[in-house]
């Protein structure tokens, strides 16, 4: 039932940020799946003795490539595959099983926030043994296969029945079907004081979260409604569909709009949270109150010690450099380690790996810790839902009492998008060998003290990456210019703008981060060269 096919190499197969993501129509291609897949066995040893995750967010096209993905592994000789029940897995609830099962890496079938449909985004990430999706250089390798292939191993057996958990045979390889919440909810039992939080809801404290018709639905109802006794419909769009009922499962400002929209309403629960089309990424609000992903970072950190699996303490804390220094100053004040690494989950992980680090997060909406090794939604979620318990104060109270503490870091983000990719790069470096010229220059109120690129050195596999141009003045604030890793067309120019206020706390973001918008777009050229005269995206 093996068969050899011959087949012919796309040039476009490269990892991004997290995995490959590309235009839904462009993973139809013949043979592109294929061709991808092939290329990751080709450069993984021993397949006889290895097992590995399979599973998606239930967007369009993850069935058929589910199946595809079956009958090579089986025609390659994996030993093993562990799917979820129809296909379906989170990636934080991915990253769990490979740790708690000691798999060899995983397959998770998501374009992340990225819409999905015929006409939206397909993805695959690829994580190893560590939980974590693999390293740059070992996407290198996968690369220079998907640009040299020129055939494929596939078993040419019926489709597998997902349906039904249990274990089967299926052309020489195991396949094991589990039920891809249970495992999870465990682990949120054990980190997260449960008893705390029920009563809070049993007094009558109300949420919303919005599982974007994506993959949280089932984990949120189970573990926010049957377990912790929110009432029934607090999980709104809870039934994930291929296409996410047409919304963009992207939890910020922009695309979260119904649910930003009630909780600023008259009818506000007293907490909102939303998740993204895999479930790692959140968005945390209180009554009329947004926290910024970098203030919930630095407000978790300071808080620690109200969650049971850390009161013993943390290691360390990291972030990417594109996020809010807030929760350096937290670091700062528990005396613990800080790091500063690339835009990218998997430069977390040998930080984490190595015990440097406990917590981590970033600016696009990833908080998490180390009881996995991908962000988390609902770990996040829980985590101020743990907080609201055990303090009885609100989102408000306990974001302002941190700006208080700790000062606050105004930040808005700008996405430029669709921008032609020639015009981006060379935007990017003409801007990168104009920086060492603004060391030292004043734009009104603002001074440059340092102006570079950011490069990381990761201090356990010593490995060397370069992402980004930081321009930063001598008030703490910053400008951050990046291009995307995540889109599946065009380039989109990101610009992160961070002001730091000791003192005056209460302002409006945008008002405050205007000056600083006006340097960024001028200093790179944006309207010149993109004709945007202004963002796409303002979150
Ligand atoms: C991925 C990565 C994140 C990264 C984000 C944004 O998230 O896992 O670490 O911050 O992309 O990347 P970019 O700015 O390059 O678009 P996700 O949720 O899309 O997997």
């Not at 995995?19 to 043979?31: A, D, F, Y």
């Not at 941190?402 to 606050?408: L, Q, T």
Request: charged share 20%; with cysteine.
């Amino acid at each position: 039932m093996i068969t050899t096919v011959k087949t012919h190499p796309y040039t476009d197969q490269k990892m991004g940020t997290a995995g490959l993501r590309r235009k839904s129509k462009v993973v139809m291609q013949e043979n592109y799946i294929e061709n991808f897949m092939q290329s990751i066995f080709n450069v993984i040893s021993n397949l006889q003795d290895k097992v590995f995750l399979l599973g998606g967010d239930g967007r369009f096209y993850n069935d058929i490539a589910i199946q595809k993905i079956i009958k090579m592994a089986a025609a390659n000789g994996v030993k093993k595959l562990i799917i979820g029940q129809n296909g379906f897995i989170s990636t934080p609830a991915g990253s769990n099983i490979i740790l708690q099962n000691k798999l060899n890496g995983g397959f998770i079938l998501s374009a992340s926030h990225n819409p999905g449909g015929i006409n939206g985004d397909f993805g695959i990430k690829y994580s190893n043994e560590t939980g974590g999706q693999i390293p740059a250089q070992l996407s290198d390798k996968i690369y220079q296969q998907t640009i040299s292939i020129s055939e494929y191993k596939i078993c040419l057996g019926p489709d597998v029945d997902l349906s039904q958990l249990g274990t089967q045979e299926y052309c020489g390889m195991s396949i094991e079907v589990i039920d891809p919440v249970k495992d999870y909810v465990e682990l949120m039992q054990k980190i997260f004081d449960f008893a705390a939080i029920k009563k809070m809801f049993a007094n009558g404290f109300t949420m919303r979260f919005d599982a974007m018709n994506a993959v949280t639905g089932p984990y949120a109802v189970a573990i926010f409604e049957d377990l912790l006794g929110a009432a029934k419909g607090s999980v709104v769009n809870a039934v994930p569909k291929p296409d996410f009922g047409g919304l963009h499962p992207d939890p910020n400002l922009v695309y979260a709009k119904d649910l930003v929209d009630f909780m600023f309403s008259d009818q506000a629960t007293d907490f909102g949270a939303a998740n993204d089309g895999d479930g790692d990424r959140n968005m945390i609000l209180g009554k009329s109150f947004f926290v910024t992903p970098n203030d919930s970072l630095a407000i978790l950190t300071d808080n620690f010690n109200l969650i049971p699996y850390y009161k013993d303490g943390i290691y360390g804390v990291a972030k990417s450099a594109a996020t809010s220094t807030a929760v350096a100053r937290v670091a700062k004040a528990h005396n613990i380690g800080y790091y500063e690494v690339p835009t990218g989950w998997k430069y977390f992980v040998n930080l984490m790996d190595s015990k440097r680090i406990t917590f981590c997060g970033e600016e696009s909406f990833g908080t998490g810790s180390s009881h996995i090794r991908e962000k988390d939604g609902i770990w996040a979620v829980l985590f101020w839902l743990n907080i609201l318990a055990a303090t009885g104060k609100t989102v408000e109270e306990i974001t302002v009492e941190h700006w208080k503490k700790y000062g606050r870091s105004y930040y808005i983000r700008f996405d430029f998008e669709g921008v032609d990719t020639a015009v981006a790069d060379k935007l990017m470096a003409d801007l990168e060998s104009k920086l060492p010229s603004l060391s030292g220059k004043t734009f009104g109120d603002f001074i440059v003290s340092d102006a570079a690129p950011f490069i990381y050195h990761d201090p356990v596999d010593g490995s060397s990456t370069k992402n980004g141009l930081i321009i930063r003045f001598t008030d703490g604030s910053r400008i951050v210019y990046r291009l995307s890793g995540t889109g599946s067309s065009g380039a989109t120019i990101r610009v992160y703008l961070e002001r730091f206020c000791a003192k005056d706390i209460l302002q409006n973001p945008l008002d405050m981060v205007s000056p600083l918008a006006h340097i960024a777009l001028d200093v790179a050229e944006i309207p010149e060269r993109t004709g945007k005269h202004q963002a796409d995206v303002v979150t």
